[in-house]
Each structure stands twice: as structure tokens, then as C-alpha cells.
């Protein structure tokens, strides 16, 4: 174990688009990062590279996050390095469409234990360090403003972030006053081909803020809770006014 002066950030899915933004981000705030990654060894090592030219004491590990065994594994391994838990950032993920009524309990298992089962026995496994230390630590989950709407052909996923949500939620009372715990909920940040069959500038016409996201965008929320130390249980939802 590293006795640290400095704060350590305990992150899954730092390796995709979003997460790495998200990770340099917290990275340039001082915090050391250990982060996942499950199927892109060649991108997470990018990720870590480009992460430690801010933090170098950053490291990374394999985890399938639908495998409680594999992140009571990850938790063991950051245990031995390091003394102190201040921010738990839940950002990976699995999507794909899955029309009705012809979904199989194999894509179901697929989306609901990557995002929901993984995300809650993270946020475990977390609190477990979090609510024994002298000082208050964060949680903040990623899900989606999906939870808030009905979309055809992802009732697993829409329904996994719903489930996230109300997670969020749950922790938030129990573990306070100790742990703060709050969602990001972005919208729109880049179009998705599989999920968002619109283009892009039929997309815009749906957001009253005429345009996209943008990563930045939800990297300063992510900052914005980190420097709020009176915000618990809330879903924070950047997304350009599209749920109007």
C-alpha cells in the first residue's frame, strides 16, 4: 500500500471516448487514477499513457464489470496500492439495439449486468473503503437521460440506467453524510449510429440549445460536484434541454 497525500480516483471505462476526457480531467485535479478496461488493452495503454504525463502514479487493470468476481479482484489490487479512496467514477458501459419481443436472455444479461449489476457492485465495493476514512469521498455514476424516456428497440439498456438512477439514489442515503452520490446524465454528445437513426441535423432540431454536446461538457459538471460538498442523490442532466 502507497501512503498518498494525494487524492485517488478509482474509475470504470476511462478507456472510450468520453472516459478518457473524463479521466485527463480528473487527473489535471490532482487526483491519481486507477482505472478498468475490459476489451481494448492497446486503448486503455494510450489512455494511461496520456494520462500519466499529468499523474504519473496512475495505473490501470483488466475487469469485466458483469463479473462480481472481477471487480472484487480490481478492489484487492487497489487495496495494495493504495491507502485512501476520494472518488469512484462508474463510466462503463455496454450498448446495442434490441428489438422486441425478440430479446434473448443472453443480450439482457449482457446490457443489465455490464451497466446495472457491474455499476452497483462497483459503488460496493467503493463505499465498503469510503465510509471508514476522516474525510468525505464522491461517487458519481454515468448514465443516460434515456432512463427518462422511451426509447424502441433498448428496453435492457434504457432500463439499466433507469435502474442506475435509482441506485444513485439509494446510496446517497444510506452512506451519508459520509459519501456524496450523484448522476451525470448526458444527452446527445456524439451521434451514435446504431442508436441515433436521425442525422445530425435532424437531431439539433430536437435540442432547444441547437447543437450536439460536447465531452467538455460534461467534464465540467463532473467538476462542478467535485467543488460542491452540499449535493447528494441528484441526477445532473447535460443535455441541451432535448427532455422539453
Not at 57 to 62: A, G, H, L, Y
Not at 128 to 157: C, G, H
Not at 178 to 202: C, F, H, Q, R, Y
Request: proline letters at 5%.
Amino acid at each position: 500500500m502507497k501512503p498518498s497525500g494525494k487524492k485517488v480516483c478509482f474509475m470504470t471505462g476511462a478507456s472510450g471516448i468520453l472516459g478518457s476526457e473524463i479521466a485527463l480531467s480528473v487527473a489535471g485535479q490532482g487526483y491519481i487514477i486507477f482505472f478498468t478496461w475490459h476489451s481494448s488493452e492497446k486503448r486503455a495503454s494510450e489512455t494511461l499513457e496520456k494520462i500519466r504525463w499529468i499523474s504519473p502514479e496512475s495505473q490501470m487493470i483488466r475487469c469485466d464489470v458483469s463479473k462480481t468476481g472481477d471487480i472484487i479482484n480490481a478492489f484487492a489490487a487497489f487495496r495494495q496500492q493504495f491507502d485512501r479512496l476520494d472518488l469512484l467514477i462508474t463510466s462503463a458501459s455496454n450498448f446495442f439495439n434490441t428489438p422486441l419481443p425478440d430479446i434473448t436472455e443472453e443480450e439482457w444479461d449482457s446490457l443489465v449486468d455490464t451497466n446495472l449489476k457491474g455499476t452497483f457492485f462497483t459503488m460496493q465495493e467503493a463505499v465498503k473503503i469510503m465510509r471508514k476514512q476522516p474525510f468525505v469521498s464522491r461517487i458519481i455514476t454515468m448514465t443516460d437521460i434515456s432512463a427518462e424516456l422511451v426509447w424502441r428497440n433498448f428496453a435492457p439498456y434504457t432500463v439499466s440506467k433507469a435502474g442506475i438512477q435509482h441506485l444513485t439514489r439509494i446510496f446517497a442515503k444510506e452512506f451519508a453524510p459520509a459519501v456524496l452520490v450523484n448522476s451525470i446524465a448526458p444527452g446527445t454528445i456524439t451521434l451514435n449510429p446504431d442508436k441515433d437513426m436521425d442525422s445530425e441535423e435532424e437531431m439539433i432540431k430536437k435540442i432547444p440549445l441547437k447543437r450536439l454536446g460536447d465531452p467538455l461538457d460534461i467534464v465540467k459538471s463532473i467538476t462542478f460536484l467535485l467543488e460542491s460538498d452540499y449535493i447528494t442523490g441528484q441526477i445532473i442532466k447535460i443535455e441541451g434541454g432535448r427532455l422539453l
